[in-house]
């Protein structure tokens, strides 16, 4: 094993970058399970000479490296190459490391971390590192270190991937995945959207009975003389009414909106009182 004085002394040592992505990732997975900072790794120390929690560029230059092809990717910029790819997380207790790892090792499985290569952890609290290899897409393993803290290994194209940091965040934590959309995918999905409604037989009812229920709102502001008190109390009872999806108590909510001038309005509409 070199020394730090060994690594140091090479200029791919001080070379490589940890992105404030991925920075980030590590602030954020501390904070919100209130851990030490120290309990998220990226850039290996010296017992680390090969994969992930190196850079690439480092891996197939430094004279220390014990692997020239692990966690090494084609069609990298420059800067990519220095980017360091490793993920290392330790909570807080078995419980917390089991639940996250289910969760991570679902989402990989389910292509919801595609822009993640690997994953190593526990998921069931045993004394086997359970993984998937996103890569050849099969379950794998690694050494036991990993029964006590999840690993991840990014595609080094990703670790100044924002979107990808967040996602990680919020299915490691359980919470919902929130995703910017375009707008040709709003458009998209707006346009399937409209003809599913415009298929519904029951949603096209409703529709009718809205219309229905505006042109009987219009009537009877002008039966009421448009005062405000009154379109208040018209419009508080046409809402109160809608809410029930019935049109009989739409009529209702308004006779008690209007309470004694129910009568007085449903002559001038034309319509029984009672």
């Keep these: ?49 090969r994969g992930a929690h190196r850079a690439q560029e480092w891996i197939l230059k430094s004279r220390y490296s014990t692997s020239r092809t692990y966690t090494v990717q084609s069609g990298l910029t420059a800067a990519q190459q220095r980017h360091i790819a490793g993920v290392d997380f330790t909570p807080g207790s078995p419980s917390q490391m089991i639940s996250q790892c289910k969760r991570i090792y679902a989402a990989m499985r389910a292509g919801q971390l595609e822009e993640v290569r690997e994953f190593y952890g526990n998921i069931d609290g045993n004394k086997v590192v359970d993984g998937w290899d996103n890569v050849r897409n099969r379950a794998a393993s690694s050494d036991s270190s990993h029964l006590w803290h999840w690993h991840l290994t990014l595609d080094r194209r990703h670790c100044a991937n924002k979107h990808l940091m967040e996602r990680i965040l919020a299915i490691a934590l359980g919470n919902p995945v929130e995703e910017d959309v375009d707008d040709a995918t709003i458009d998209k999905i707006a346009t399937r959207t409209k003809a599913k409604v415009m298929a519904d037989t029951s949603i096209q009812q409703l529709l009718a009975r809205v219309q229905q229920l505006t042109v009987t709102q219009a009537s009877l502001l002008d039966a009421a003389g448009r005062d405000p008190t009154d379109e208040k109390a018209i419009v508080d009872g046409v809402l109160a009414g809608l809410g029930t999806r019935d049109m009989d108590s739409v009529v209702a909510a308004l006779k008690t909106a209007f309470g004694d001038r129910a009568s007085e309005l449903a002559t001038k509409l034309g319509a029984p009182a009672s």
């Design 1 to 49: 094993m070199p020394t730090y004085a060994q690594l140091q002394a090479e200029s791919w040592w001080g070379r490589e970058i940890l992105t404030p992505e991925l920075d980030w990732l590590g602030d954020e997975l501390c904070r919100h399970t209130k851990r030490p900072r120290g309990a998220f790794g990226n850039k290996g120390d010296n017992n680390h000479l």
